[in-house]
């Protein structure tokens, strides 16, 4: 493992590290999430992994998760969390950019109104109205009404060709493709177009609160993954270890790991803020608190070699991207 120092401050028992990005003496060729069950191979290198994970401000980046093993995880419980309006709203709350150019926009999704339709709410706020179609038709003519956005006004024609080609087809009737583009053109341009504008739009948004067994997984991941950058290697072949391994490989939660998710007694709370996410490694337990929500994972047999004596403290800085660890009775102290 490769350190670079930034800073020591005066007192000598706390440090500040960035981990570099020169990871030459650090290259695990086994993937610690599946152990070789997906072979490393050009298609499937070890890749990146961020241990705290960059959608809630994680900037601590180690090389030890095969491609297929994170991108599963990507597309698993750390996708989906990232797109539950309750991590969206920490995001907003804490600016966190993450992967993405801008700051999720809560409000973004589909939406229905009795008087415009279906509409969507862009992630730049933006409001755009989905194209709806009424089509009456009997033997003798066709009705047709289209709604579509302002901003989409020079596409009405496509929409339409489109939208008539399907409602023949759904009929059994062949038209010829010239002989339909000459119709809507004939359509639109003797049709009626009638602005309409909404002057007080009112969205109404459930919020799913529902991520229990994935709020789980991502403190177990970042405790596994902190323990392996923490003990070295060597902790992936700790029994416990193994345990947490299989949660993240299967995502699927293992009910005889002991830990208190969430923590409700929170006597630690005083030396910990709700601005950094924190995690306290003591004896064979892990106390880990993100966005200010505690929990305790075991992560050890007690006892065991990887048995922490000294309290040893991690703390994450997603304003300033960067981490510290420092002793608890240092953390105290201040
Ligand atoms: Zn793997």
Known sequence: MHFTLLKKTLNSDQWFFVWTADLEDYQ??????CKGENPVSKENPITDEHIVPEFIGGS????????VCNSRMGEGFEGKLSNYDFYKFLRIRHNIIGKQTNLPFLLAGSYEDDDIGKFQVLPNSDLFVTPSFIIHADENRVDISMS??????SKAEDYLEKKLCRHFKAQGKNVS?????KRVRE??????????????LQIARAIDLDFYDYQVMLYTKIVYELAIFHFGEGYINDPIANKLRLVLKNQQLDASLHGEFPLRKQSLDEFFDNEHHWVMFFNHLCFIKLFGFPAVIEFSER???????????????????????????EQMRR
């Open 28 to 33: 695990m060729t086994l993937c610690i999430i």
């Open 60 to 67: 601590l980046i180690v090389k030890n998760v095969c491609k």
């Open 148 to 153: 579509i956005d302002r901003s989409e006004l």
């Open 177 to 181: 493709k010239s002989n339909l583009s």
């Open 187 to 200: 359509l639109i341009k003797h049709a009626r177009i009638e602005e309409q504008t909404k002057e007080k």
């Open 303 to 329: 006892g065991s070699m990887f048995s922490q004596e000294e309290k040893i403290v991690y703390k994450f800085c997603y304003k300033t991207l960067s981490f510290m660890k420092l002793p608890y009775l």
